[in-house]
Each structure stands twice: as C-alpha cells, then as structure tokens.
C-alpha cells in the first residue's frame, strides 16, 4: 500500500511543478519575445517499501527540468523607432548588473542620457560589447536589417544579435532575460534580419495551453482519488486485523 502512496505523491509533485509552468505560459502569452516551457520527467528506479517476496523495482516520477521552445513568434507591426524584431535565430545583447544577458524582446528606448535600453533601463550592446548613444539633435534614427543604426548618413552604432550553439545552455534570468550558463561566448548570428518598427509575439498558443491546464487538473484530482482509496484499503486492513485478534 505504502508503495502506491509514495509513487502517487511523487507524479502530484510533479504535476503541481507543472502547472505552475502551463500557468505561466498563460500570463506570458502578450508578453514581447517569450517563449513557451513545458516540464521535462523522468522515472527513477527503487526499491519498494515492502518487497514481500518481490524483487521488481518501483519507478518514482521525478522534475528533470524545463524543455524551451524557441520557434519564432508572429510579427507584429508597431511603427515604433526603436522597437524591433529578430527573424530567425538569435538575441539581442544587453548589459545588466550581473553580466551579459540576452533576450528577444526588442522594445527599446532611450533614457536621458541618449543610450538605447530595454524596457527596463538596461543598456543594448553593440557588435563590439559597447554602449549604443542616440543623439535626438541629429534626426530621426533609421535600423537596417543588419542592425545598424544611423541618422542620416551618420552610423551610430549597430545592435548585436548573437546566436547561441546550444539553446539549452540559456538560462532564464528575470525580465525577459536569459543568462549564458556555459562558458562559451555567443557567436553573431549572420543569418539573422532585424526588422525596425515591429515586435515578435509570444510563440505561446493560448488554447492549446488553457487545454494542458484542465489535463492537469484532472490528473492531479485522478492521482489524489488514487491515493485516497489506496489510504482506505490500508485502513480497512488494518481494523479486518485488529478484529481478528
């Protein structure tokens, strides 16, 4: 009996897990440049609490981590002069207090100072690792598909969009962020386009995720009415024995 309560209480903690990453997808879906997770499982062999006899090992149901999809999202025209959007692969550089951090949320801006930041003040680096400095006394600002910013005949930096070899060494880091948890640098993504005036959606479907949210609920409840007859089964044992004594 103790064998099925464990085993059920295992896959419940896993289910909780993930419908805490099926309800965040839900609330990213309008969120610029987010990308949907799904919880990765795996099944861990080990001995049963009571082997009586039997030598087959039960299988626990363990979180092995969060699978990212990075397909493209839909563009959206917004005709803003620094907000853009990455065809293909690829993520904009930003600096950040505690390092290089990458994201695809390309609604920039500028702050007092003329540099041009992400929503959230931090600065957008160029090809060269530096700092990009918009002068509004020289006109309005122009963004090729290389990413290079002029105004009028005058370039004044170009944004880096750098691609990693392995997506899963990117770690999200708040605000949209991702962190490089490897220690290999990001490499300029060469075949990337960058569109000015436009902005990638979330790739999040929202009904095929409103539809992953009611599974599982109903697997959870399903699990916890398991677990609730294996109790019951326990417990009319017991008493049958206390009787028979």
């Known amino acids: 009996m103790e064998n099925a309560l464990y085993i059920g209480l295992s896959r419940q903690m896993t289910l909780r897990r993930e419908l805490d990453i099926v309800a965040n997808n839900i609330a990213n879906a309008n969120t610029t440049g987010f990308k949907t997770e799904d919880l990765m499982v795996r099944t861990e062999p080990a001995k049963p609490a009571r082997t009586l006899g039997s030598t087959n090992p039960i299988k626990f149901v363990l979180d092995d981590g969060v699978a990212r999809d990075f397909t493209q999202g839909a563009m959206t025209k917004t005709g803003g002069d620094f907000d853009v959007a990455i065809e293909g692969q690829g993520f904009f550089k930003v600096q950040t207090a505690a390092g290089e951090r990458y994201t695809r949320d390309g609604r920039f801006t500028t702050n007092a100072e003329g540099k041009l930041v ?128």
């Open 118 to 245: 992400t929503q959230t003040g931090h600065p957008v680096l160029d090809e060269g690792g530096g700092e990009i400095i918009v002068d509004p006394k020289q006109g309005s600002v122009t963004i090729g598909k290389d990413g290079n910013i002029s105004q009028g005949r005058t370039s004044v930096g170009k944004i880096a969009v750098v691609v990693a070899d392995d997506l899963s060494t990117l770690s999200k880091d708040g605000d949209n962020l991702y962190r490089n948890t490897a220690n290999a640098t990001l490499q300029p993504a060469a075949s990337a386009v960058v569109h000015q005036g436009m902005l990638e959606a979330s790739n999040v479907q929202s009904v095929v995720q409103i539809t992953k949210l009611i599974e599982v609920q109903r697997a959870y409840e399903s699990m916890a009415k398991m677990m609730d007859n294996t109790a019951e089964l326990t417990r009319s044992a017991v008493e049958r024995l206390g009787k028979a004594n």
